[in-house]
């Protein structure tokens, strides 16, 4: 607490401006590998659902017997009795506990049911941002605000609100590949990069104060632009320092695996490793470390086992022996390549 302000609690709220900017990346690094190499709707859909499902599986069979076995989190007391136990199981095994308000294991995997709701999309997404552009961004926002008012009524357990929201950040990482949106914002006071700095300063600071004090546009529904804003600057600024940069690509490769496993490090198993300091920028660095750590190791294990061969054999397959040039974000690899201002074929 500073002058009697919760520092930390409010840097932490701000924090999950990390999913807006997830779904961006992701939204861009698809759209990118489909614009370079379109794949058949059949083949587009098992090549991206099966990388998904593989880590997410393994992940589960990882951490669940861990805490079934050393950590008294059995099956029945997640998914509920032994006659129910194996429906809830199978729920979340697919994903969608998110959509029908059923246990899971890890709280956190509920965006793993967005992320396969905005796969299933994109096919569907793509064809209309391309037609409306900025106009498929606009319906979509206001569908968020016709949801968070409540001028639409949600239909049972189903987080639309939530879902809607996601769906503008996704929409704008596809419209921001398709439109080129990263080099034209990169091309804005170009010769004048201090003053351009300054005004993404600003502009961070006024969107987190809305997104904490907003009279209106609370609860998250401007992260998108929140969360655009916070990339650009990451990628025209921080992203020349070469330390820097090679750490945000490394991490950003183990992406889908910090989200998948670090809900257990800090909270359901390792909890007292994390928090025996008190210090939040320590037990950020711990977790970090930590989480990054198991992501190779499991990256390792998945080699050993074959379901990495298992992987790049479905990619093969789906894409015909096509090499896709440059590396983009998806939700499965989580590193990004944005085009490069001087050699990329589509500037």
Known sequence: MVAGYQVVWRLAHAASVCVAMFLILSGYGLSESDLRQPLPLQKFYVKRLSHLYLNYWFIWAVFVPIGVLFKERGIGSIYGPP????????????????????????????FMSAILALY???????????????????????AVLMVGFEVIQPVGPFPMHGLTLHTVAFGLGIYLSQRKGFMKLAGILSARRWWKCILY?????????????????????????????????????????????????????HSFNIFLSHTFIYCYYWADLIYWSGNPL????????????????????????GLERLRRYISRKTTA????????????????????????SRA
């Open 282 to 305: 320590l037990m950020f660095v711990e977790l970090l470390f930590l989480s990054v750590v198991a992501s190779v190791a499991l990256e390792r294990i998945k080699l050993l086992c």
């Open 321 to 344: 022996g096509a090499r896709i040039p440059g590396t983009c974000a998806t939700a499965e690899s989580g590193s990004l390549r944005l085009p490069n201002r001087k050699h990329d």
């Open 83 to 110: 006659a129910h136990a194996w429906v809830g199981m199978a729920l979340n095994l697919a994903g969608v506990q998110w959509f029908l308000n059923t246990p899971s294991y890890n709280e956190t995997w509920w």
């Open 201 to 253: 300063v600003v502009l961070l600071l006024g969107l987190a104060l809305q997104r904490q004090y907003g009279p209106v546009l609370m609860a998250g529904h401007l992260d998108s632009l929140f969360g655009l804003t916070i990339i650009v600057f990451g990628y025209e600024f921080l992203s020349k320092l070469a330390f820097l940069r090679k750490a945000l690509v490394f991490i950003g490769r």
């Open 120 to 142: 299933l999309l994109f096919p569907v997404m793509k064809k209309l941002i391309g037609a409306l552009g900025h106009w498929f961004l606009v319906v979509a926002f206001g």
